[in-house]
């Protein structure tokens, strides 16, 4: 089955880190770019992060920048967002997304309506006091 899971969500305090990992099976990330994604209740679907398929080039929201930090493991199959600093407004539920071909992140990550070949279900992040 060809699936993408994300883990590493939790409730953590302001000012609190956490580290969420995107793995996928069925299939090699070793070509795909990656995005992380997120959404709040109410709030549309916004890309937060996103890296080419051998990591050399990244992008972030203007939200996020200076405190995330996208990477991949391609031996792992899997690509990683270390969120530091975290914000109340931080809080939503975290999804990653595999698009299986080669484009330029530099000019910033494809929207979440992109057809993005692979999606994963989630991962709640909390931030709270």
């Known amino acids: 089955q060809l699936q993408l899971v994300e883990s590493g969500g939790g409730l953590v305090q302001p000012g609190g880190s956490l580290r969420l990992s995107c793995a996928a099976s069925?299939?090699?990330?070793?070509?795909?770019?990656i995005g992380w994604f997120r959404q709040a209740p109410g709030k549309e679907r916004e890309a937060v992060s996103c890296?080419?398929?051998?990591?050399?080039?990244?992008n972030y929201a203007d939200s996020v920048k200076g405190r995330f930090t996208i990477s991949r493991d391609n031996a792992k199959n899997t690509v990683y967002l270390q969120m530091n600093s975290l914000k109340p407004e931080d809080s939503a539920i975290y999804y990653c997304?595999?698009?299986?071909?080669?484009?330029?992140?530099?000019?910033?990550?494809?929207?979440?309506?992109?057809?993005?070949?692979?999606w994963g279900k989630g991962t709640l992040v909390t931030v709270s006091s």
């Open positions: 997304a595999a698009l299986g071909r080669t484009i330029t992140v530099v000019a910033g990550c494809p929207p979440y309506w992109y057809p993005w070949d692979y």
């Open positions: 069925g299939f090699t990330l070793d070509y795909y770019t």
């Open positions: 890296i080419n398929s051998n990591g050399g080039s990244t």
